[in-house]
């Protein structure tokens, strides 16, 4: 029996420690593999190996040089797009000022207030919070000042995006900044203001919503009126800094032109009153006066009615967006008869100190001639002929020029032409053919006394500043052109193209005269200043048949009569009633814009006030 601490082996197989003497070199305990010599790797595998790292290299290098060299220029653009921002101008528009420089157009910054409700937070919230609609809309209903449930209406379910309010004024702009909320945005952009409302409505016109001019100055100066702007480019750093790209000399140039007009605000708001207040009194259709200086044709007042406030052009028929005194013709009957007479001066066909005879009624051609008091004047010179605005008498006058010479004159006068003037929309007037004007008696009878043709209020200013002037047909405008800061232009000197002797002319206003004096213009006599005036109503024609009942009234004056300066040429269409002359309609109208004018314009007495002498001193008494 064996003891427990000794094993026995199998037959024929040693036990460890004879493993150990037999295998001769004692190799240590526990490895149970045998040891192996290094063998040398083979070198081809060296080579297969140093191959594919150098074509790994190779590829990498043709790579680079592809996308540096082939594909840099796109690469870099489009890395460009990413890094920079393009700040497109805000169209802004230059502002209108009066010949005075009051401001009658600008550009007003207002505001669009967007909401995002995804991140509203409030300042100082920690990261990822987010309020709710209801504690933002209480913050800034306050600020607003309108009602929480509405702002919260419009923003109620919806994430981002919202449009809550516009034309928001810069201080409501600058309470909403200094919340501070986050998720909400204010978007500027400019809007056009007009702070004379509809006094330059009619010739400046406006823009739209969409900041498109839609009529007057502001349709056809349009391109003058945009504000010189640069469109920026931004490159934003590594760190989201915004830094300017491609700045170069003058891009922050600040515009600041500015478009001046001949018109004075204070005179087009007498004219304007006045031509309302009448145009209602007398239930007419519509009304207009100008105000033009005739040496150098500048408007200074061009105001009709009934009008419209451009800053809420949505509110008006479109069909009062246009200036009928520019774009509608009119027969102007008897305020004509002055510029006939000079024209038969100036051909010699009559003479100063001539006579006419008017027997009241003419028949010609047919056609019935006759005054419109129907009554028969006698002899009378061409002061009188104009005093009781005769049409038998003016007929008589110009039977003296021939017809081809008489035809000749209205159209180089340019009556069948348009109107050299900035004023948008200006149309010509309508003249019979030189073949229709001279095959019978009867169309330069009728033109004559100012009917038979077509012209518009413009085109009558016009002349009659020829008149005024000494003979020169001056351009109608209304703009002195674009002025830098502060400048204001001076009013221009005579201008004009030389058509009449100024004799002539002169003679014609001094027989104007007479008509204040003594006849139908009586109305518009002013103390110590010396006027010439016209009446003038006219039947009124539609399509070439007139109208029964339907008339245009009308009265010009040119003043003063010793140094003529200025023309005033008031039309009111279709006024309503018996007496609906130009005597009683028109011309207050005139009187309210000249007494007006002769204060703006500083224009001195004519005569010495021989009502109100100077006091003298008293002698002593001995």
């Not at 379910?157 to 702009?173: C, E, H, I, M, Y």
């Not at 109608?476 to 002539?504: E, F, W, Y």
């Not at 040119?558 to 130009?582: C, F, H, K, S, T």
């Amino acid at each position: 029996m064996t003891s427990p601490t000794t094993r026995r082996h199998p037959p024929g197989r040693p036990g460890r420690s004879e493993r150990r003497v037999a295998g001769g070199e004692g190799r240590p305990r526990g490895h149970g593999h045998r040891a192996t010599t290094p063998q040398p790797l083979p070198s081809t595998r060296l080579f297969w190996v140093y191959g594919l790292l150098c074509l790994a290299l190779s590829g990498l290098a043709g790579r680079l040089v592809w996308l540096q060299v082939m594909q840099g220029d796109v690469l870099q653009s489009r890395a460009r797009q990413i890094q920079t921002q393009s700040v497109k101008p805000l169209g802004t528009r230059r502002t209108i000022v009066d010949r005075v420089g009051r401001l009658v157009a600008i550009d007003e910054e207002r505001y669009t207030l967007w909401a995002h409700p995804r991140y509203f937070s409030f300042p100082g919230d920690d990261t990822g919070l987010r309020r709710r609609p209801d504690e933002v809309m209480a913050r800034l209903a306050a600020a607003l000042g309108r009602p929480k449930e509405d702002l919260l209406r419009e923003v109620q379910g919806r994430a981002s995006g919202v449009k809550l309010l516009t034309n928001l004024d810069p201080q409501t702009a600058a309470k909403v900044k200094a919340l501070e909320i986050s998720g909400l945005d204010l978007e500027a952009y400019p809007q056009r203001v007009y702070p004379q409302g509809s006094l330059f409505a009619n010739v400046v016109g406006f823009l739209n919503l969409e900041r498109a001019p839609q009529a007057g100055l502001e349709q056809s100066r349009d391109s003058d009126l945009k504000r010189q702007e640069t469109t920026f480019r931004m490159r934003r750093g590594g760190d989201g800094t915004p830094l300017p790209d491609g700045l170069q000399a003058g891009s922050l140039y600040g515009d600041d032109l500015r478009l001046q007009l001949t018109l004075d605000s204070r005179l087009q708001l007498v004219a304007q009153q006045a031509v309302a207040k009448q145009v209602k009194q007398w239930n007419a259709k519509r009304g207009v006066a100008l105000v033009m200086d005739a040496k150098s044709g500048e408007l200074l007042a061009l105001a009709s009615a009934p009008t419209y406030d451009p800053n809420r052009y949505w509110d008006y028929n479109p069909g009062m967006f246009r200036e009928w005194s520019v774009q509608d013709l009119y027969e102007p009957g008897s305020t004509f008869k002055p510029i006939n007479l000079a024209i038969a001066l100036q051909e010699k066909a009559i003479q100063p100190n001539g006579t006419v005879n008017d027997v009241g009624q003419l028949t010609i051609g047919g056609w019935p001639i006759f005054n419109a008091d129907r009554r028969a004047n006698g002899v009378i010179d061409f002061p009188t002929v104009l005093q009781v605005s005769s049409n038998v008498g003016m007929v008589g006058a110009m039977s003296q020029l021939k017809r081809e010479t008489f035809w000749r004159w209205l159209n180089t006068l340019g009556i069948n032409d348009v109107p050299d003037t900035d004023l948008p929309g200006a149309v010509a007037g309508q003249l019979k053919s030189k073949e229709e004007f001279t095959a019978g008696a009867i169309e330069p009878a009728t033109a004559a006394f100012g009917q038979g043709f077509s012209l518009t209020p413009l085109k009558l200013v016009q002349l009659h500043a020829m008149l005024a002037n000494g003979g020169r047909l001056v351009s109608p405008h209304i703009t002195r052109g674009l002025r830098s800061g502060d400048g204001l232009a001076t009013t221009p000197g005579q201008t004009g193209i030389p058509l009449l002797d100024p004799k002539v002319t002169r003679q014609v206003v001094n027989w104007m005269e007479t008509v204040v004096d003594k006849g139908t213009g009586k109305g518009i006599k002013i103390p110590r200043y010396r006027i010439g005036g016209k009446t003038g109503t006219a039947q009124k024609a539609h399509n070439g048949v007139y109208i029964p009942g339907a008339r245009i009234t009308s009265f010009v004056a040119i003043l003063p009569v010793e140094q003529p300066r200025y023309v005033v040429l008031v039309v009111m269409d279709e006024p309503q009633g018996g007496n609906a002359y130009g005597s009683t309609v028109a011309l207050p109208v005139a009187r309210q814009i000249v007494e007006a004018l002769l204060v703006l314009e500083k224009v001195p007495p004519s005569q010495p006030d021989r009502l109100n002498p100077r006091p003298q001193k008293a002698r002593p008494q001995t």
